[in-house]
């Protein structure tokens, strides 16, 4: 069974950082795409980022890019999400999805195609 784990969130100040994992078990998490999507309360669900399986290849929502980073740790099945310079607009459940699909090297922002997510992990930003 394909478990997706996220940690790292929590109450924080503006300006300041915070590193999110997913922790994947279950599925061969080395040949999967990762994303990051996350929502706001009473909004929609919405796309942070993603990553390659390999993570030559990574995608991000346009106006978080240079504030977050999305990496991977294929060795250690584990996915991360550096979030610089946090504003109160950052503050959101955050989730991790895996891809439905292998190899996929073109990543993208469709919720659909991740077929796997997390639980969520809070991230609050206060000013």
């Known amino acids: 069974q394909v478990q997706l784990v996220e940690s790292g969130g929590g109450l924080v100040q503006v300006g300041d950082s915070l590193r999110l994992s997913c922790a994947a078990s279950?599925?061969?998490?080395?040949?999967?795409?990762v994303a990051w999507f996350r929502q706001a309360p009473g909004a929609e669900r919405e796309f942070v980022a993603a990553?390659?399986?390999?993570?030559?290849?990574?995608y991000y929502e346009a106006s978080l890019r240079g504030r977050f980073t999305i990496s991977r740790d294929n060795d250690n099945n584990t996915a991360y999400l550096q979030m610089n310079n946090l504003t109160p607009e950052d503050t959101a459940v955050y989730y991790c999805?895996?891809?439905?699909?292998?190899?996929?090297?073109?990543?993208?922002?469709?919720?659909?195609?991740?077929?796997?997510w997390g639980q969520g992990t809070q991230v609050t930003v206060s000013s």
């Open positions: 279950g599925r061969t998490f080395s040949t999967y795409a």
């Open positions: 990553t390659s399986w390999n993570g030559q290849s990574t």
């Open positions: 999805a895996l891809d439905a699909a292998r190899y996929r090297v073109v990543v993208t922002a469709t919720p659909s195609v991740y077929d796997y």
